[in-house]
């Protein structure tokens, strides 16, 4: 069983910076790709920036020269440096992944817990 755990999420004034950590833990085989989601309240979930097992990025327009994603494959972890953070930053973000637990198995759709970031004008 593989799981997703968040860390980092909080409160910060407009400007300032967080960095979102998610760990995926278990029996894994490979991990095909990895992204960070939001959802404000009221709004539908969107992507925010994802990364593949290669190392291709991703982001949504509105996060693009201030949010950086990365990964390290030997810690089966991905971040989300959140930097010059805005008001409507203001979401549950939550860890996305695409993973094979085995070489037959595969699990594309694995969801984290969630993490609160709040961001004050």
């Known amino acids: 069983q593989v799981q997703l755990v968040e860390s980092g999420g909080g409160m910060v004034q407009a400007g300032g910076s967080l960095r979102l950590s998610c760990a995926a833990s278990?029996?894994?085989?490979?991990?095909?790709?990895m992204g960070w989601y939001r959802q404000a309240p009221g709004k539908q979930r969107e992507l925010v920036a994802s990364?593949?097992?290669?190392?291709?990025?991703n982001y949504v327009e509105s996060v693009k020269g201030r949010f950086t994603i990365s990964k390290d494959n030997a810690e089966n972890t991905v971040y989300l440096q959140m930097n010059r953070l805005k008001p409507e930053d203001t979401a549950v973000y939550y860890c996305?992944?695409?993973?094979?637990?085995?070489?037959?198995?595969?699990?594309?759709?694995?969801w984290g817990q969630g993490t609160q970031v709040t961001v004050s004008s």
């Open positions: 278990g029996t894994i085989f490979r991990i095909n790709a």
């Open positions: 990364i593949t097992g290669g190392g291709n990025t």
């Open positions: 996305n992944a695409d993973v094979n637990p085995s070489r037959w198995l595969r699990y594309k759709d694995l």
